[in-house]
Each structure stands twice: as structure tokens, then as C-alpha cells.
């Protein structure tokens, strides 16, 4: 059973415009939530993340919404730009556990920003 | 700061060959993570280290992989003998704020 949904393989956008990826998740318990973005024959690195507490979170570029009542969330990249074009993995956690926390990761989706 | 260190980058062994993926985490991170991530899908978790540790191994199967992280630094993960859907990329990340990790570059391993 997945925990954390990324139900779009892959997202095309122009440059310049508003990329839009989505996150879904089931299990209530997590509380913490990022993005990270992967490149080829790297290891993802972390891009920004979101606590409960909060809807909205920003930096840059880069923008994450959370919608607890939906289990939903998604990343907002405004403007996009060709660097942009990687794997974009949305992952969730809860830090209230006492001592450490595992990471679910969703299956990731892929964007392509066309110049 | 130098970031995760993996090795190797990459392995093709035969089936039922052992192999073994080396990490060194950041210095002064106390939880390191192993995970394997199939093509087309995201890192799943085989094992979580706090310190020398291994507090959530839940996940590795442990007929045929074993890891160790003697001394809380560095960490080894073996898979004796390989199968042909052993074949993923192997991600060791590190942590020390409970918020997030790094990631090194991965080993590609292909079973054949």
C-alpha cells in the first residue's frame, strides 16, 4: 500500500511558466513533508519542506502548499526554467515520533521544462 | 563540507556473486539510512542506523542482505548471493537534525 502517492509520472511546461507538481498521502500520522529533486546518476537533494503546522511555505522560486484535510500537497516552481527539468520526489515523515523518524517516499515525478 | 561519500559508483556482478556498497556520511551525523530505489519508483528504506545502532531494519531482508555500522561513521551494506532483482540503485543518506537528509550519489548495481 502506498503511503505517499505522486500520481503523474511526468510533467511537461514551457519555460517561464508555473510548474505544478502533486503529492497525496494516507497515512495521518506524518507531519512533515518535503520535496526533493533528482538529478541523473545523483542522489536527491533536498529542495523544501513543509511542517503541519503550517499551509504554506516558501523559498525563492519555490513554493509548497499543504492541505491536511485532503492529505494533499503540491510544489509550485514560478517562473520554470530548464535547470528546473528533473525527478521530483515528494516524501513525509512525523517528527513527533521520540527518537528518529523513517522518510516514505512517493515514486517521483518527472519535469521537463522546454525552453 | 564534503558531503555523503558512496562507493562504487557502479557494479555489475553474476547472480549469486556477494557484493558490498560502502557510505560515509557526513561528518558529525549521527543516523545514516540505506535505501534501494528501483527504476520509476522512490528510495524505500532497508535499514536506519542511529549511531552504531540499527534501530529500524525491518525492511532489509535479511536472508541475503547485511549491514553494519561499527563504529557510527561509515556503514557497509552487503547482499549474499545476489539475485537478478537485486539490480537498483543503493542510496545512503545521512542526518542530524530530524528534519532532513543528504544523500550520496548511489551505487548502480546490475545483476546479470
Known amino acids: 500500500d502506498q503511503q505517499v502517492k505522486q500520481n503523474s509520472p511526468s510533467l511537461s511546461v514551457q519555460e517561464g511558466r508555473i510548474s505544478i507538481l502533486n503529492c497525496d498521502y494516507t497515512n495521518s500520522m506524518f507531519d512533515y513533508f518535503l520535496w526533493y529533486k533528482k538529478y541523473p546518476a545523483e542522489g536527491p537533494t533536498f529542495l523544501i519542506s513543509?511542517?503541519?503546522?503550517?499551509d504554506k511555505n516558501e523559498d525563492g522560486r519555490f513554493t509548497v502548499f499543504l492541505n491536511k484535510s485532503a492529505k494533499h500537497l503540491s510544489l509550485h516552481i514560478v517562473p520554470s526554467q530548464p535547470g528546473d527539468s528533473a525527478v521530483y520526489f515528494c516524501a513525509a515523515t512525523s517528527i513527533m515520533r521520540l527518537y528518529g523518524q523513517n522518510f516514505v517516499f512517493g515514486p517521483g515525478t518527472r519535469l521537463s521544462v522546454l525552453p | 563540507e564534503a558531503g555523503v561519500v558512496q562507493s562504487p559508483r557502479y557494479k555489475i556482478i553474476e547472480k549469486k556473486q556477494p557484493v558490498a556498497f560502502w557510505c560515509n556520511p557526513i561528518s558529525g551525523h549521527n543516523t545514516l539510512y540505506w535505501y534501494r530505489q528501483n527504476l520509476g519508483q522512490g528510495p524505500e528504506l532497508l535499514i536506519r542506523?542511529?549511531?552504531?545502532?540499527?534501530?529500524?531494519d525491518s525492511q532489509l531482508p535479511k536472508d541475503r542482505f547485511s549491514a553494519e555500522r561499527l563504529k557510527g561513521v561509515d556503514s557497509t551494506l552487503k547482499i549474499q548471493p545476489a539475485e537478478l532483482g537485486d539490480s537498483a540503485v543503493y542510496l545512503c543518506?545521512?542526518?542530524?537534525?530530524?528534519?532532513?537528509?543528504?544523500f550520496g550519489p548511489g551505487t548502480r548495481l546490475l545483476v546479470l
Open positions: 513543509i511542517s503541519s503546522i503550517k
Open positions: 543518506a545521512s542526518t542530524f537534525s530530524r528534519e532532513t537528509q543528504y
Open positions: 542506523y542511529e549511531n552504531e545502532e540499527a534501530v529500524d
